[in-house]
């Protein structure tokens, strides 16, 4: 049978552990993911922790997934990789090796006990949209339009965490 392949956004962060290479390590395993290809990534973000301050800055990125994988099945594979990489859910809002939110699904809008698509972060957050504006610049969130104005609507001092473009994965 076909399956309709839809396009799907992944966001990365980790602050411990030698977080370039977590997320580098992260991004190789998405697309190693069955029926999954990885169409591109955001580069590296640097950005201060959201939570508390007394951990390590953050590395960031966002990848670009064309998958036949449905969303919650996605969303397994995300938890597994964390697995891979020694997640260990300490304090909230906590330093970790590595985190993988499913970020936007198709134009799906998902809301079950543990998987919210859209991530309700995205317009709130600039080490969430400013690595998905940059591969998507005309994104649009489903049930809420293009998330450039929904980022201009929002004011600064609640999204700004000093997110800054660190270089290009290699
Ligand atoms: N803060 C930043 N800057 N980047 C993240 O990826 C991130 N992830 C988290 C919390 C702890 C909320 N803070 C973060 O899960």
């Known amino acids: 049978v076909l399956v309709p392949m839809q396009l799907a956004y992944i966001g990365l962060g980790s602050n411990l552990e030698q977080p370039r290479e ?3 390590r ?9 029926e999954t290809k990885l169409l591109d990534d955001s580069g590296f973000y640097e950005s ?23 969303a919650e099945t996605l969303f397994r594979h995300c938890q ?10 300490q304090r909230h809002w906590g330093e970790r090796t590595i985190d993988l939110d499913v970020l936007l699904y198709g134009q799906e809008q998902i809301d ?9 972060g995205i317009g709130q957050r600039d080490f969430v949209y400013l690595p998905l504006l ?16 929904i980022v201009q609507s929002c004011a600064s001092d609640e999204t700004d ?10």
Do not use: W
């Open 22 to 24: 977590q997320i580098k």
């Open 26 to 34: 992260a991004l190789q395993s998405l697309g190693e993911l069955p």
């Open 48 to 70: 201060k922790p959201m939570g508390p301050s007394d951990q390590p800055d953050y590395v960031n990125a966002v990848a670009e997934l064309e998958t036949a994988l449905d």
């Open 80 to 89: 597994s990789i964390e697995q891979q990489q020694g997640r260990i859910r």
């Open 112 to 120: 079950t006990t543990d998987l919210t698509v859209p991530h309700p």
């Open 134 to 149: 940059k591969i998507s610049p005309d994104i649009v969130i489903p049930g809420k339009g293009a998330l450039k104005e």
């Open 161 to 170: 965490y000093a997110c800054t473009f660190a270089g290009n994965i290699k």
